[in-house]
Structure formats: C-alpha cells, structure tokens
C-alpha cells in the first residue's frame, strides 16, 4: 500500500516541498506571489510574480530607467488594499525626491509611502540615519511585519553578510522586497532568489533580462510596455527628440551604429 505513494513522490519531486522544483520548471511558493501588472513578467516569475518572503534585486544602469512604473502596478494594489490588508509602502534612500503627482499618476498613493534617508543619500531631509543604521532600519522593517513592501537603494560595495542578514529578515515579511542597485552588481553573488537587470528601450518602454530566478535560465529578455506619465503632447515630443538623438548618433558612427544599438538593448 506504502509503494503507491513513494512512487508517485518520485515520478513528482517538486511537490514535496516549495523549495524543491525541476530544472524545467519554474519554481514555487509558500505564499502566494505579488502580481506585478505585466503578463508578460508574470510567465516567467515563479509563483506567477514578485515574491513574498524574499529578495528581488533590480539592478539599474542608472536610477530612472523605468523601475519605478515597473513597480508601481503592485504598489498600488499593495497601498489599496481593502482593511485590515493595506499597509504602508517604505522607501530607503531614493536616489530623488518623488513626485506625487507622478505617482497619483501610476495609481500610487503617496500618503502611504514611507521614506527613510541615509546621511549620504537625504536630499535635504532633517532626520537622517548614517548608512549602518539605515541597514538596520531596514532589517528592523521587515521583522516588523507590518510593512507591506519594501524599497531599498543600496550602494554597489555592500558586504555579503549584510544580504544574506536583509534576505533571513525578508523570510518574516509578507510583502515583496526591491534592492535596486548599480548594474555592476551583477558580477557579485547575492543571496536573492529572483535577480533582473534593467535597460531603457525608449519612450516608455523597458528591457528587462532575468538574471536569476528558481527555474531554467531565460536567454532572451523581456520588453514590457511601461505606464506612460506625461500627456500626449510632451510624450510626442519626448519621443520626437529621442528618435532625432538616435539618428544623429548612427550618422555619427556610420554602419557599426545599427549594431552597437541592437547590443545595448540586448545588454
């Protein structure tokens, strides 16, 4: 009678235990999984979005290049809750001051967003916490339980240690967590399950290659269609300029231009 079940465990590992999942098969959660407003995003995430109970690094060339709309689909629906599931949404460090309308515009309430500056990152701010303590204040954070996601910029130098500290503390929290760090990151090992680099693509269009995640390697990266913010006749110009700045440069560099453009895009 005992054989019928151990065989059907072996014919089917992954269900076990969340943690366990096949080298074709995108991996499982406990608890079940943020989504982040792309479909797209969504097949190729485990657990069908962003993760509870874990690190997710997004590694930028450069703050701006998009994350923020990227997140702002869960953050909303996170801030929006209906009671007793809302909860707070806390900023470590933003690289600049937010602008709520901005976010009024992505669906995002800024009354319930929390900020918390570094002394090296406060941008005028009053009440500052030295970059030790801000990692503390992070750790303490998602012990809490009563945060419902967690945004933190952190620097490129960041001892191993202290993401193998934020990933133990994120395993009590219930939200989503985002480090957003230098592309450079990407050469160091971290403890974060899912791991994506992002690229600008143009107006409102973002590139995205899954660096890391609890399933097969994903070859090709993703371009999602972001949010827009600005009205229609700013966008137009914007994307106006960007295609002028874009001819210029091939006029610049000749027939190498074409190609050096496809391998940015695909970086």
Partial sequence: MDLLPAAALLAAPETLHPALWRAHQLGRSREAAVRSGFELLDAHLPGGGWPRQ???ELLLPHPGVGEMRLLAPALAGIAAAE???PRSVMLFDPPAPLCGWALAQLGVDAQRLIVVHGRDGAHGARHLLPSADLLWA???ALKSGQVGAVL????????ADALRRLQLAAQSHGGPVFLLRDIEARAQPSPAP???????????ELALRVLKRRGPALMQPLRLALPPVLAPLPRARAEAARLAAAAT???RLGPAAGSATMLSLAE
């Fill in 54 to 56: 874990a690190l997710t």
């Fill in 194 to 204: 899912l791991r994506l680099a992002l690229h600008s693509a143009g107006i409102d």
């Fill in 138 to 140: 992070l750790e303490q």
């Fill in 83 to 85: 009671p007793p599931a």
């Fill in 249 to 251: 440069t091939r006029a």
């Fill in 152 to 159: 933190a910029w952190l620097p490129l130098r960041l001892r």
